[in-house]
Nanobody, 123 residues
């Protein structure tokens, strides 16, 4: 049974930082590209970042480029999202997701999802 468990969310002031973690189990982690998505209140879920199986290729949505960094540790079956210079518009539930094969920004291509972790940025 595949499980993705996110942690690290919380309340932070504008300009602050948070580091999200997502631990995967029940799959061969190094065979999966990993992605982070987010859903703000009243909005559809959107792509944030993705990382290839070996970590060599990362892709970000424009609004987080230069502020967020996705990384992974295949020995620990964990993917991270370092979020710096946070803004109120970053407030959302953040989900990690796993996709077999090459990375993608398309939500429908991800087979496995975590339960999400809340990030709230106060102004």
């Amino acid at each position: 049974q595949v499980q993705l468990v996110e942690s690290g969310g919380g309340l932070v002031q504008t300009g602050g930082s948070l580091r999200l973690s997502c631990v995967a189990s029940g799959l061969t982690f190094s065979s999966y590209s990993m992605g982070w998505f987010r859903q703000a209140p009243g909005k559809e879920r959107e792509f944030v970042a993705t990382i290839s199986r070996n970590g060599g290729i990362t892709t970000y949505t424009n609004s987080v480029k230069g502020r967020f960094t996705i990384s992974r540790d295949n020995a620990k079956n964990t993917v991270y999202l370092q979020m710096n210079s946070l803004k109120p518009e970053d407030t959302a539930v953040y989900f990690c997701a796993a996709k077999l094969g090459i990375s993608s920004s398309q939500e429908y291509e991800y087979a496995y999802w975590g339960q999400g972790t809340q990030v709230t940025v106060s102004s």
